[in-house]
């Protein structure tokens, strides 16, 4: 399956990150958490969902 890039802002630091997922609108349970350990939060937004730990 293709992946696609997605760039996620942090919110506070201004900082932009830049990820690979499957799917931008439905993140797996691994994406989600290698996205908040690279980032250090705890919660994301990523196309309009919220995603917590």
């Known amino acids: 399956m293709k992946k696609t890039r997605i760039t996620i802002t942090h919110q506070l630091e201004k900082t932009k990150h830049f990820f690979m997922v499957l799917d931008p609108n439905r993140l797996t349970q ?3 958490e290698r996205i908040m350990a690279k ?3 705890e919660i994301l937004f990523v196309n309009g969902k919220i ?3």
């Open 39 to 41: 980032m250090n939060v």
């Open 51 to 53: 995603y917590k730990i």
């Open 30 to 32: 691994k994406e989600k």
